[in-house]
């Protein structure tokens, strides 16, 4: 049976009043339910936006700033969403469908007005509307102050993942915090990063709506009591030192051209009002409002910190905080809608993204056996069967481990609570293994070794029915290093997920000129179904078409180049190939091997000034956590080889190097669209899977990369014809560890690496100054962690290779129509298909839109 038949069987009798579909247009054409019930002339537009900028906004065009126009338009579009919105809330609830609730402390979704906008189908009524009003949409997009509650990757993935799956039809609540400041915004200065708060709600967000009916009460720090009740069973009771309340905000998520709209539930954190009570009461006001400002800092900012987690107490206050606050939630909605809570796993499907959430297998034990009285064994079973998840890396860095002081202070009951587990599952090992010591402590849910610490990811795994990695390399070494004990006793448990990415914001609306191509030479279906972009591979030796092609991506270049001097001052030429490397500022993700290649081929047209080489333009961008000396230093070191590369007329314009500062969501999508080289270099073995590597593919952009992540499938999607592949392997690098790697003696045998070094510790890009990058090079030289010397030459070599094929403008044109025909694999619509069927069993639920007269009605009742 299917989760949806499943649910209609248990339909409860109260809810047959369901609203039925007999309003509904054939399905077959969704956008015409969108002209029936939703304004569409463009009249319509401009009646529904003054009179929003008029009451809403309290503004009148006189007055009206662009920003209100912008909060206007917001509201005219969130209005028409809230449509979808409640028929599709209508349709789960009457049909208590199977929902996948997706955990995450981070969901990086951008700006809405574009995407909302593509997916309703209505950017061009509304652009003329507005033209006619004399107004411009693309301005007004402009004035959109994005959410950048995510620090990367991982984020963005979860954002991706909710457009699949609204556009897929899967009932879906997204669950995580609603930061008040999201990722700092970052400056250059002399060089520097610096960072300046993001206060993205200064002006309001219009986008979400605050429930406060829903509210819930969470638990902080206190002690356990151990009792027994009437039937004199025990129990445990937890009284807390502090609650906090959450309050949720409901962001729509709407599907591509169809009639859904889910949710993204935000929590944020503030007093009770017992506070203010309190006040009364001991006549401490001072006192109270402290207590208030403190359960407020709760959700005050996001950490910063991408794949480094330090045992913060407030990252794991914050991480319990919405992982109570949503396992509450579920459980009114199992309430409302009369499923008992035995049914639990089968009502929701919960992923974990990354551990980051994992303390909702305790929290959810607890909810069941101390608040809902079920035996622990019951609960234990309907838990373990209602988790999945997701490791996103292998990095020792970022596996979270707390340390039970912190842990037992702030949760003591859940400490309680992993204790049991531990002991019910570390004596399954020890009659699994015949008491293999060693193993036990390996597996064990705390770390012995020292100062005793709970492991976030051992939680994970015992509490959840499925694990996953994120590319098919990063899976397999899930298995054989950081998770192997998990995998020797839980093999079936074991699957590969690659990561994915919406090719609606990253291709549709962020590349129009591109996209536009393509509907116009194979229709519009690719939207949807990506592998449909394998038919341009019969367009790869068309001249005309390829002819048609670079022009696309010349005119990007050329509005970029322009933008660029705007923003930074800098002039490249659009002709030259742009190379672009944007992500996280990293180790692992050598910015710096990248870096030092520069400063090789400026070595080289220094040497040879009639030298004609393919004239470049290398693009950085990416943010470092406020803390990572290492990362800054390599932000400035760009910087420096750029004011010194920029400024010196004798290399006629053949070299550039920008780096574009406060890389975001925004960012990406005036960037991706005009690279032609995409920068994927990581150390074999580190990068997860990557999801810029797929960004960049789809927007025709050649790969310049390691056998990491997800470039392996990339490689093997596109041909070894088709990728510009270098460096060591990961079995290398395990060998070279093992052999015990001396970057110096790779450094001593190089004699090109002897004059980019001896340059940069001159202090020729320091201003003289030999001591500034010392860090770097004598990290570099005398331990590498990440083998940036052991690949260097075999890049540079790659890195002239490209320039050689550039030259060829036929062939590089062939290479990149055939890198974005064969991008298919990587929509996040063909991830989420099978995060569907193999892991969550869930099925599409349609949404008929509901007369607007009888949404009405209906809750009036
Ligand atoms: C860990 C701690 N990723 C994290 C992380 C705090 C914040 C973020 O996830 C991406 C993947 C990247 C991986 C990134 O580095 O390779 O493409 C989505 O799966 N972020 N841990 N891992």
């Not at 936006?49 to 008029?54: Q, R, Y």
């Not at 919960?350 to 980051?356: F, K, Y």
């Not at 012995?448 to 694990?467: D, K, P």
């Not at 038919?535 to 970029?560: C, M, P, S, T």
């Amino acid at each position: 049976m299917t989760a949806r038949e499943d649910a209609r069987v248990n339909a409860s009798p109260e809810l047959t009043d369901a609203p039925e579909p007999e309003e509904s247009v054939p399905m077959m054409s969704p956008s015409l339910d969108v002209k029936r019930t939703t304004p569409m002339d463009k009249e319509e537009i401009k009646r529904a936006f003054l009179d929003n900028l008029f009451y809403v906004q309290g503004k009148f065009p006189v007055l009206a700033t662009q920003h209100d126009y912008y909060m206007a338009l917001a509201h005219v579009i969130r209005d028409l969403l809230l449509h979808r919105w409640v028929s599709s809330a209508s349709v789960y609830t009457a049909e208590k469908a199977r929902t996948v609730c997706y955990l995450s402390a981070e969901f990086l979704m951008g700006p809405h007005l574009g995407n909302n906008l593509l997916n309703l189908g209505m950017g061009e009524q509304i652009r003329q509307a507005l033209a006619e009003l004399g107004l411009s949409l693309d301005e007004l997009m402009q004035e959109e102050a994005e959410p950048g509650l995510g620090n990367g990757g991982l984020g963005r993935l979860a954002a991706c993942y909710l457009d699949s799956l609204a556009t897929l039809e899967i009932p879906t609540l997204g669950y995580g915090i609603r930061y008040e400041f999201g990722i700092f915004e970052q400056e250059i200065a002399d060089g520097w990063q610096l960072e300046r708060t993001d206060k993205w709600l200064r002006y309001g967000n219009p986008w979400d709506i605050a429930r406060p009916e829903w509210a819930v009460e969470v638990k902080l720090g206190g002690h356990t009591e151990h009792y027994r009740d009437a039937k004199g069973e025990p129990r445990v009771r937890w009284k807390p030192e502090q609650t906090v309340v959450g309050i949720p905000y409901d962001t729509p998520i709407a599907g591509y051209r169809n009639n859904t709209a889910n949710t993204l539930r935000l929590w944020r954190a503030e007093a009770p009002e017992s506070f203010d009570v309190a006040v009364f009461n001991r006549g401490d006001y001072y006192g109270a409002v402290e207590q208030k400002v403190k359960s407020e800092n709760l959700t005050k900012v996001l950490y910063p910190n991408d794949e480094q987690v330090k045992g913060k107490q407030l990252r794991l206050e914050q991480q319990y905080f919405f992982v109570s606050c949503s396992l509450q939630d579920m459980l009114r909605i199992m309430r409302v809608q009369h499923i008992p809570l035995e049914r639990f796993h089968e009502k929701f499907a919960i992923q974990l993204n990354d551990t980051h959430p994992a303390i909702a297998i305790a929290e959810l034990m607890r909810l069941l056996v101390d608040e809902h009285g079920m035996p622990w064994q019951q609960a234990w079973a309907i838990t373990r069967r209602s988790f999945a998840y997701t490791n996103h890396t292998l990095l020792p860095e970022a596996l979270e481990r707390w340390p039970i002081g912190i842990f037992a202070s702030l949760l003591p009951r859940h400490m309680e609570i992993i204790y049991e587990i531990n002991a019910g599952f570390l004596e399954e090992v020890r009659s699994r293994f015949n008491g293999d010591h060693d193993r036990v402590g390996r597996l064990s849910l705390i770390d012995e070794g020292g100062e005793r610490y709970v492991r976030m990811a051992h939680l994970a795994c015992v509490g959840s029915y499925a694990i996953n990695g994120v590319a098919q390399l990063h899976s397999e070494l899930l298995k054989s290093d950081v998770l192997r004990d998990f995998y020797e006793l839980w093999p079936e448990k074991f699957q590969n997920k690659t990561n994915g990415v919406t090719p609606r914001r990253w291709l549709a609306l962020s590349n129009p000129s591109l996209a536009g191509f393509i509907t116009a030479n194979i229709g519009e279906g690719w939207v949807t179904d990506l592998d449909k972009l394998k038919e341009l591979e019969r367009r790869a030796d068309d001249a005309v078409f390829g002819a048609k092609w670079r022009e696309i991506k010349r005119l990007n270049k050329h509005q970029y180049a322009m933008y660029l001097r705007h923003k930074t001052g800098v002039g490249v030429d659009p002709e030259s190939l742009f190379d672009v490397q944007v992500k996280r500022i990293h180790e692992y993700k050598r910015q710096h091997l990248n870096i030092l290649n520069v400063i090789r081929m400026y070595l080289e047209l220094k040497a040879n000034p009639n030298l004609d080489i393919q004239p470049r333009t290398f693009l950085f961008g990416g943010k470092a956590a406020p803390g990572y000396r290492m990362a800054k230093l390599i932000i400035k070191l760009i910087n420096a080889v750029g004011s010194v590369v920029n400024r010196d007329k004798s290399l006629r314009n053949q070299l550039k190097v920008v780096f574009v500062p406060n890389y975001n969501v925004s960012n990406g999508q005036r960037i991706y669209p005009v690279a032609e080289l995409s920068e994927q270099i990581s150390t074999a073995g580190k990068e997860a899977s990557g999801t810029g590597n797929m960004k960049f593919q789809m927007n025709g952009a050649l790969t310049i990369g390691t056998l990491d992540g997800a470039n392996v499938e990339m490689l093997e999607e596109v041909g070894a014809e088709n990728f510009f592949l270098f460096g060591h392997t990961v079995d290398d690098i395990q060998r070279l560890q093992r052999e015990g790697y001396r970057p110096f003696e790779t450094f001593e045998r190089n004699g090109i690496l002897r004059e980019v070094f001896s340059l940069l510790q001159s202090g020729f890009f320091a201003k003289g100054d030999a001591e500034l990058f010392r860090p770097l090079v004598e990290n570099l030289l005398y331990s590498d962690p990440f083998f940036v010397l052991a690949d260097f030459q075999s890049y540079a070599d790659c890195q002239d290779e490209v320039g050689r094929v550039y030259q060829d403008a036929g062939r590089w044109t062939r290479m990149s129509i055939l890198n974005v025909a064969r991008s298919g694999k990587f929509s996040s619509d063909r991830a989420i298909d099978e995060y569907c069927r193999d892991i969550w069993n869930v099925k599409p639920v349609k949404t008929n839109l509901l007369k607007q007269h009888r949404i009405m009605h209906r809750s009036i009742q």
